[in-house]
């Protein structure tokens, strides 16, 4: 896609890309070991694309959100941390061409700065984790419920 974009934006000496990294890109997380790889790879790839293009007016920028309440997250009812798309994207456009790496969301931004600066990166990895598991089994178990569940109800038909 930047490939396609690019030589577009050079003829024009102009362009914006916005590359949507996650905080799961900013340590590795395990149980979500693929996808936080391939957001550190869209984090490095943006960052270091953004340095070969900035002289000739071109942004790459390199998002990096927390939880927002998508249909990927399944998060129903947004909080000040897990805001809607409509808030995040617009705190996040009030960011570009100020950072060229970015949480785009005060809060996220806290949270970035607390989990990369103030906690030890052993003890971040830990507890995501932890958190990680905790889902899967939680997630396994109602799978489980379900499938008895419905074994049971064909049982009586
Ligand atoms: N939500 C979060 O908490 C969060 C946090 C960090 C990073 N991110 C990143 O933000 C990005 C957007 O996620 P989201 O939360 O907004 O998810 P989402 O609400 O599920 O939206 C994903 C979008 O991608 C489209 N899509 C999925 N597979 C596709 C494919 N193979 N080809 C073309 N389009 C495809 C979907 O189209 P349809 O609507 O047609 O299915 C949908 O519009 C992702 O890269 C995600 O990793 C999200």
Redesign the pocket.
């Known amino acids: 896609m930047s490939r396609l974009v690019l030589p577009k934006m050079v003829e024009r000496s102009k362009g914006v890309i916005l590359n ?5 890109g900013m340590y590795p997380v395990p149980l979500l070991t693929v ?1 936080s790889a391939t ?1 550190a790879f869209v984090d490095f790839f943006s960052r270091g694309l953004h340095e070969e293009y900035r002289r000739q007016g071109i942004i790459i920028q390199s998002v990096l ?4 309440a ?4 399944r998060i129903r009812k947004p909080t000040l941390d897990k805001p809607t ?1 409509e808030r995040y994207v617009a705190a996040e456009l009030n960011t570009v061409g100020l950072q060229s790496q970015t949480n785009g969301y005060f809060p996220h931004a806290v949270m970035g700065w607390v989990t990369t600066r103030l906690v030890p990166s052993s003890i971040v990895i830990f507890l995501g984790a932890r958190m990680n598991r905790l889902q899967r089994t939680g997630y396994l178990t109602r799978r489980k419920l379900r499938e008895q569940k419905n074994g049971a109800n064909l049982k009586t038909e």
């Open positions: 949507i990294s996650s905080a799961s996808y957001k959100p927390f939880f927002v998508t249909k990927m997250t798309p």
